[in-house]
C-alpha cells in the first residue's frame, strides 16, 4: 500500500512561514505529479502547486504564485511547500497528493489524483 505522509501544519500569524512536507513510502512517484491542494471549511478542495518529480517543472494557483514554493527531494522521496508571506484567508487543512498526469486541464482536477495524504491544519491569524 502506497502512503502519502504530511507534516509540518500548526498556526503562524500573518505574515510568517511554513513549511510543509510530504513524505511518500515508495519511490514509485519518480513518474508522478506531486501537488498540494487545500481546504478551507466550508469551501471546496482547491489546488496550490504542483510539481513534476521527474523534470521538477512547478506550477501554482494564482492565489499563492510569488508566496508559495513547491520542491522535492529525491533522495527522501520527500516533496515540500514553502509558504511564506502568509495571510489569514490560507488557513486550511493542506493535502498532498499524487497523479501520472500533466497539464493545466489535468492538475486542477482532484478526481485525477490516484493518491492522497491525510492532510495538515494550517492556521493563520490576523
Known amino acids: 500500500q502506497v502512503h502519502l505522509v504530511e507534516s509540518g501544519g500548526g498556526s503562524v500569524q500573518a505574515g510568517g512561514s511554513l513549511r510543509l512536507s510530504c513524505a511518500a513510502s515508495?519511490?514509485?512517484?519518480?513518474?508522478?505529479?506531486m501537488s498540494w491542494f487545500r481546504q478551507a471549511p466550508g469551501k471546496e478542495r482547491e489546488f496550490v502547486a504542483a510539481?513534476?518529480?521527474?523534470?521538477?517543472?512547478?506550477y501554482y494557483a494564482d492565489s499563492v504564485k510569488g508566496r508559495f514554493t513547491i520542491s522535492r527531494d529525491n533522495a527522501k522521496n520527500t516533496v515540500y511547500l514553502q509558504m511564506n508571506s502568509l495571510k489569514p484567508e490560507d488557513t486550511a487543512v493542506y493535502s498532498c497528493?499524487?497523479?501520472?498526469?500533466?497539464?493545466?486541464?489535468?492538475?486542477?482536477?482532484?478526481?485525477?489524483?490516484?493518491?492522497w495524504g491525510q492532510g495538515t491544519q494550517v492556521t493563520v491569524s490576523s
Open positions: 497528493a499524487a497523479t501520472d498526469f500533466w497539464g493545466v486541464s489535468y492538475l486542477l482536477r482532484t478526481d485525477k489524483y490516484t493518491y
Open positions: 515508495e519511490r514509485t512517484f519518480s513518474s508522478y505529479t
Open positions: 510539481i513534476r518529480w521527474s523534470s521538477g517543472i512547478t
